[in-house]
């Protein structure tokens, strides 16, 4: 693989191999997410403890058996996290920048894994790269 496409978070998904690493990065990133979701959540409200919970089942999920709905699923619950946090700061309440950082992270991380996974399953289902640098 060349050194450009080492950027997998960044790259286009033209192969097999890139979606599988992407799906990997991409599990990788819910997994920090619920992380600092749970660490958020210890040291403020403990509902947050939920939503870690959930990206960390959806992280699972995508890694281990590369799941469109585990996918489908983080990504519903990044927007719905984003967009409260994006009301509660809106309306002055206690939501830090940070909580919304980590929503738009979530968000990003979710969409790439779901177009990996879904990719995967579809268009470039059991075809791997033809191109010589890919098999590095």
């Known amino acids: 693989m060349s050194e450009e496409n080492k ?3 960044f790259s286009r998904l033209d192969s097999h191999y ?3 690493e992407m ?3 991409a599990s ?5 997410v619920a992380a600092l979701q749970a660490i958020s959540a210890l040291i403020g409200d403990k ?4 939503d870690a919970a959930l990206n960390a089942v959806c992280a699972f999920g995508i890694a281990r058996f590369r ?3 585990a996918a489908g699923f983080a990504l519903l619950l990044a927007l719905g996290t984003l967009g409260f946090a994006g009301y ?10 940070a909580g919304a950082l980590i ?4 968000v990003w991380a979710s969409a790439r894994a779901l177009e990996a996974t879904v990719k995967i399953r579809g268009s470039l289902a059991n075809k791997p790269s033809h191109f010589l640098s890919d098999l590095e």
């Open 47 to 50: 509902l947050g403890l939920m």
């Open 88 to 97: 509660r700061m809106a309306a002055g309440g206690g939501v830090s920048g």
């Open 67 to 69: 799941s469109r709905v």
């Open 18 to 20: 890139a979606a599988v």
């Open 28 to 32: 990788k990133a819910l997994w920090i």
């Open 103 to 106: 929503a738009v992270f979530a």
């Open 23 to 25: 799906i990997k990065d």
């Open 7 to 9: 950027k997998s978070f």
